[in-house]
């Protein structure tokens, strides 16, 4: 989060939408509620065309996404690194900060117990150029946010599919 350096990390075993789904609900659940405004960069789990200007053809899940938790999202331009400094300087500390050593954990569920516990330990320190915590910062930015929906958010993929002439059905590769 911008305002208050507040940051959340997860980590996965694979790049896949339902991934990048997941994790938008953890950090929201995380951060205990949702920014009205999400700026994104045009990754193909969210976007199918990009259009003029800062409009973008988007992906039925995203669009799932967006209606479920009502923020509005807002599209870097097309080959405009500058515009998302902040979330790359962020996903730079994460590595070096989190990843750096390499962690030694038994599975996914432990590291991202571990991730979590160290991005609410974080909390505690100071943001940038400010001199209160990033937790009171983070108090101050909730007066911003929209309250988490009631309900939960399926972070899956729903596709129809039709078996083969020997009743197997193709997904990914997979039969």
């Known amino acids: 989060l911008c305002y208050s350096d507040a ?10 939408q339902e991934a990048w789904l997941e994790g938008h609900k953890q950090a ?3 951060f205990a509620g949702v920014p009205r405004v999400i700026v994104y960069d045009n990754d193909k789990s969210l976007v199918t065309k990009i259009l003029a200007g800062h409009e973008r053809e988007t992906t039925e899940a995203f669009q799932r996404l967006q209606s479920f938790y009502g923020f509005q999202p807002r599209f870097c331009n097309a080959y405009a690194g500058n515009e998302k400094g902040v979330v790359e ?3 730079q500390y994460a590595e070096r900060h989190f990843f750096t050593p390499c962690p030694h954990v038994r599975d996914f569920t432990q590291l991202n117990h571990d991730l979590l516990c160290r991005c609410a330990q974080l909390l505690d320190g100071t943001a940038k150029d400010k001199e209160q915590s990033k937790r009171e910062l983070l108090k101050e930015e909730y007066r911003e946010f929209l309250e988490l929906p009631a309900g939960e958010f399926e972070a899956c993929c729903k596709e129809s599919r039709t078996t083969d002439s020997l ?9």
Do not use: G, T, V, Y
């Not at 940051?7 to 896949?16: H, R």
């Open 89 to 91: 300087n962020m996903n």
């Open 7 to 16: 940051i959340f990390c997860m980590a996965f075993p694979f790049q896949k």
């Open 28 to 30: 929201f659940l995380f």
């Open 167 to 175: 009743s197997l059905i193709h997904l990914e590769h997979n039969r």
